[in-house]
């Protein structure tokens, strides 16, 4: 059964701070790894990552995949007020199946 | 304005009785998901379809069924064999050339 780890589960920071939060996993036929950002409805897409070692970054927010090592970290730099949410790690196996984890709960406090 | 939209946002049942929620999108996405969030939690796959006419049973499929008559629509039917249905439902399309889903803003079902 695929399977997806994301720690910690919950985070709190005071803004400024930088994080790092964490998605390990276990998929048969891995096509690719996403993060969302889920604030009170609906997830928002952050990042797709299918290669390993190549960092993709959007302002203060970036990702990498370790491939080898089952693996991948989102990093948030100068947090924000506005970060505060719950970051979903995704995983995208055989024949469009889709194994979420159960997200960190970010808080940053002003 | 292109996006998908589930309906109603709220929803209350007694229990015994089926309820079916609608997930609609005009995106012109092949694939549709149905997900189901309890507090505290991620996203658990409940059915998904790649193409009309054709799903799959996600990882909690019991208690629930599903159609795919029209690629823009993905209906999902919550029976009375779904011995704890109180949750948030998220509804979420893709393209099948590319992994990002979209989601519907969910709707949130509470069994009496």
């Known amino acids: 059964e695929d399977k997806v780890v994301q720690s910690p589960l919950s985070l709190v920071v005071h803004e400024g701070d930088t994080v790092t939060l964490n998605c390990s996993y276990e998929?048969?036929?891995?096509?690719?790894l996403l993060w969302y950002k889920q604030e009170k409805k609906a997830p928002t897409f952050l990042f797709m990552l299918t290669s390993s070692g190549i960092e993709k970054k959007s302002g203060r927010l970036s990702s990498i995949l370790d491939k080898k090592e089952l693996f991948s970290i989102l990093n948030i730099t100068a947090t924000q007020t506005g970060d505060s949410a719950v970051y979903l790690c995704?995983?995208?196996?055989?024949?469009?199946?889709?194994?979420f984890g159960d997200g960190t709960t970010l808080t940053v406090k002003p | 304005d292109g996006g998908i939209t589930q309906s109603p946002k709220y929803l209350f049942r007694k229990e015994g009785q089926n309820v079916t929620l609608s997930c609609e999108q005009n995106l012109n996405h092949d694939a549709m998901y149905w997900y189901r969030q309890d507090p505290g939690q991620g996203l658990r796959l409940i059915y998904y379809?790649?193409?009309?006419?054709?799903?799959q049973k996600g990882d909690i499929a019991e208690g629930y069924s599903v159609s795919r008559e029209k690629k823009e629509s993905f209906p999902l039917t919550v029976t009375s064999a779904q011995k704890n249905p109180t949750a948030f439902y998220l509804c979420?399309?893709?393209?099948?050339?590319?992994?990002?889903?979209?989601f519907g803003p969910g709707t949130r079902l509470t069994v009496l």
């Open positions: 995704a995983v995208e196996g055989l024949a469009g199946k889709s194994t």
């Open positions: 379809s790649q193409i009309v006419n054709d799903f």
């Open positions: 998929v048969t036929n891995f096509r690719s």
């Open positions: 979420a399309s893709r393209s099948l050339y590319y992994n990002e889903q979209f």
